[in-house]
């Protein structure tokens, strides 16, 4: 299959479940020569083929993780390894996805999921049949040679999708991806995501406000307050997968939705 | 692109039918007709509106019998495509670099801005005290005249990119080259194509300007000839000439602009679209 490196290097690993991917120690951004926190404290472990959310209001430091994580913002103290391996900047095991499409008007969807091979320098047949196979993934069999203008919102954030794991990261991080589409086509594209990150065996770091969402979503929960900016609490959601979206009116679903609630409102 | 999308507008919405061409017909007939009784009677001065069968002969006589507008005409469009080129690769060429460069741009703000407030016109007789009466100094004014709009643009574009999209472009270690080539400058090409077309469009006036200050050729010095001598009906061929030659180029950077930044306008799009589809399952089969 066209995803075989992340996959592979699941089953490969798949014995040894529990092999931490990324490790933060203290991980802290100030702005401002340490007069505001951004964020303070973060600490955490995060295992092959997890998926997180991060959850909390604006200003709690939810993007600023994501962003160190991703190596685009360099953290103010802490320890941050992925793969072992101190972050000191962008890396190609980590890919991230915006809360704006961020396709480039002037290429179709294809070219635009090439995009990410075309900065390595390896544009083959290899890669062009994977782009395919990634647009189809997505549900965009039929729209590989349209420009972002012909598409809507949703479909171009599944083209940026399609283009996240075209790069071949282990760690995919989203930063609200669906927030600015209409509550169906987020929902039927959460639903998709779930699937797709589970297929690709990929570990997803998932920044999100909607609380539901974050838990439909996630293995664990990483509920966020604001000033300073801080992890609150991890919560272990241990919903059986795959999940339907009707398991949101659960009583356990709404237990989980309630212990959200009550670390973010303790907050306040 | 507003010209444009009118003229296709009333196309294909097929509004020009011949009642409306005839319309047009006798009221341009009409206007003509009675500019020429008003110029036979008297009525109208001929030294400021020549008849129009004289301007007509005047086409007839410039271009044909005497033959003598060719040279100027050729010099004075070298001189417009000469000094635009020069002009807008300066242009847009030290915009890029600066653009790539936080520390050119800050540093050379300044004097863009005061050389963009100096009347561009005022530099001309400095540039023809300098290079003389002849072709260099023509180039050289209209280079100027076209420098700014598009050094201008090209810098607006450059800096206008979405913060986001560099995100991106970072997160996926694209190098500043691959920025630069992939992000910026695909992105830029709006604004510097816009700058263009200003630059265009001054230009024809930057040089007639320049032949009228101090020339021995060139359609504003043949101007300059035939009203020193009251011959307004040759004037006014060099004059409608002129006209023609504008709307030319006018239309011909609008084409430009048309079928380079083809995203911008939804036809072109599904054309191109079309097109990448097919040379993809071309290139596919190929090699498989």
């Keep these: 299959m066209a995803f075989a490196k992340p996959r592979d290097a699941a089953e490969t690993a798949g014995a040894a479940m529990g092999e931490t991917l990324i490790e933060a120690r203290d991980v802290a951004k100030t702005f401002g020569d340490g007069r505001v926190i951004a964020l303070q404290g973060a600490n955490f472990e995060v295992k092959r083929g997890e998926f997180i959310s991060l959850v909390g209001p604006s200003g709690c430091g939810k993007s600023t993780l994501l962003r160190i994580v991703a190596g685009l913002l360099a953290r103010s103290s802490g320890e941050l390894r992925v793969h072992g391996e101190e972050v000191t900047g962008p890396r190609t095991d980590v890919a991230m996805m915006f809360q704006k499409p961020t396709l480039l008007a002037w290429r179709t969807a294809v070219e635009n999921v090439l995009l990410p091979s075309e900065i390595k320098g390896r544009v083959g047949q290899a890669e062009r049949r994977k782009a395919i196979e990634l647009l189809e993934l997505a549900g965009l069999k039929d729209f590989a040679f349209s420009f972002p203008s012909q598409l809507s919102g949703g479909m171009q954030q599944r083209v940026a999708l399609a283009r996240l794991l075209q790069t071949g990261a282990d760690v995919l991080l989203l930063d609200e991806p669906f927030g600015a589409l209409d509550e169906f086509t987020r929902e039927r594209l959460n639903v998709e995501l779930a699937r797709i990150t589970r297929e690709v065996g990929a570990t997803t770091l998932f920044v999100t406000h909607n609380i539901g969402e974050a838990i439909f979503l996630a293995d664990r929960v990483f509920v966020m307050t604001p000033r300073p900016g801080e992890i609150a609490r991890i919560i272990d959601v241990g919903l059986e997968r795959p999940r339907d979206p009707s398991i949101q009116v659960t009583p356990e679903f709404n237990a989980l939705v309630a212990e959200v609630r009550s670390t973010l409102g303790g907050a306040e | ?288």
């Design chain 2, 1 to 288: 692109m507003s010209a444009t999308d009118e003229t296709s507008a009333l196309a294909s919405s097929g509004q020009w039918s011949w009642r409306i061409v005839a319309n047009h017909v006798a009221i341009l007939a009409g206007l003509l007709g009675a500019w020429e009784i008003g110029a036979r009677t008297g009525f109208l001065d001929p030294l400021f509106f020549p008849r129009p069968t004289d301007i007509l002969a005047g086409f007839w006589r410039l271009y044909v019998t005497q033959g003598n507008i060719w040279d100027h005409l050729g010099l004075t469009v070298a001189e417009v495509l000469t000094g635009f080129v020069a002009g807008s690769v300066l242009g847009i060429g030290l915009a890029l670099l600066v653009g790539m460069s936080d520390r050119l741009r800050r540093y050379l703000k300044p004097y863009v801005i005061i050389s963009e407030a100096t009347p561009r016109i005022a530099i001309g007789p400095v540039i023809i005290a300098a290079f003389g009466f002849g072709w260099t100094s023509k180039v050289a004014i209209v280079m100027l005249v076209c420098f700014f709009a598009p050094f201008v643009n090209t810098l607006n574009g450059m800096v206008n990119v979405d913060e986001n999209e560099m995100d991106m472009m970072r997160s996926m270690r694209a190098s500043k080259w691959q920025i630069f080539r992939k992000l910026m400058l695909p992105d830029a090409l709006p604004e510097i194509l816009g700058g263009l077309r200003l630059a265009m469009a001054s230009a024809l006036g930057g040089a007639l300007v320049a032949e009228f200050i101090a020339s021995n050729a060139g359609l504003g010095v043949l101007i300059n000839q035939y009203t020193g001598v009251l011959n307004m009906a040759s004037a006014f061929v060099c004059v409608l000439t002129l006209t023609v030659l504008g709307f030319f180029i006018f239309r011909g950077m609008e084409a430009l602009d048309h079928w380079i930044v083809f995203w911008s306008d939804r036809r072109r799009t599904e054309q191109v679209s079309r097109r990448r589809a097919r040379a993809w399952s071309e290139r596919m089969e190929k090699r498989t």
